[in-house]
C-alpha cells in the first residue's frame, strides 16, 4: 500500500538526514490522514496529484515536486493515449456525446491516475468529432 511505503520513506530520509524529504513526506502523510478516512491507494495518488499542482502554481518548488512524483504512477504520453482512445472507440463503435462518456469512463476505470482528464478529452472529442 502506498501509506506504508510514504512511512517508510520518512523513516529512511530521517536515518539519512534529509529533512526536506522527511517535512514533505511528514506534511503528505497528515494530509492523507486528515483528508481519507479509509485511504486506498486510489485516493492518496488523487490528493498528490492535487498537491502537486497546487505546488506548480504557487511555489513551483522543483525539490519538493521530484519528492512527491515518486509516488504517482507513469503518466501516459499524447501518443499511448490517443493509439488507446481510438482503439478502444473503434472497437465499441461508438459516436457523439455518448461516446466521449463511455471512453472517459472506461480510461477512469483502466487507466486512473496514468494520464489528464483534459489532455484526454480534447483527443476523445476529435476521434468523436464531438
Request: hydrophobic fraction near 35%.
Amino acid at each position: 500500500m502506498l501509506l506504508e511505503q510514504i512511512t517508510e520513506d520518512i523513516k529512511t530520509a530521517m536515518k539519512s538526514k534529509e529533512p526536506a524529504k522527511v517535512l514533505v513526506l511528514r506534511t503528505l502523510k497528515g494530509e492523507i490522514q486528515r483528508e481519507a478516512s479509509t485511504p486506498d491507494d486510489a485516493k492518496i495518488v488523487a490528493l498528490i496529484k492535487k498537491t502537486v499542482n497546487t505546488i506548480k502554481e504557487t511555489t513551483n518548488d522543483v525539490e519538493e515536486i521530484g519528492i512527491l512524483e515518486v509516488y504517482l504512477p507513469t503518466q501516459l504520453s499524447s501518443v499511448d493515449l490517443g493509439g488507446l482512445a481510438y482503439e478502444y472507440i473503434t472497437e465499441n463503435k461508438l459516436e457523439g456525446v455518448a461516446g466521449l462518456g463511455k471512453t472517459m469512463g472506461h480510461f477512469k476505470a483502466t487507466y486512473g491516475g496514468q494520464y489528464d482528464g483534459g489532455e484526454l478529452s480534447k483527443i476523445v472529442k476529435g476521434h468523436l468529432g464531438v
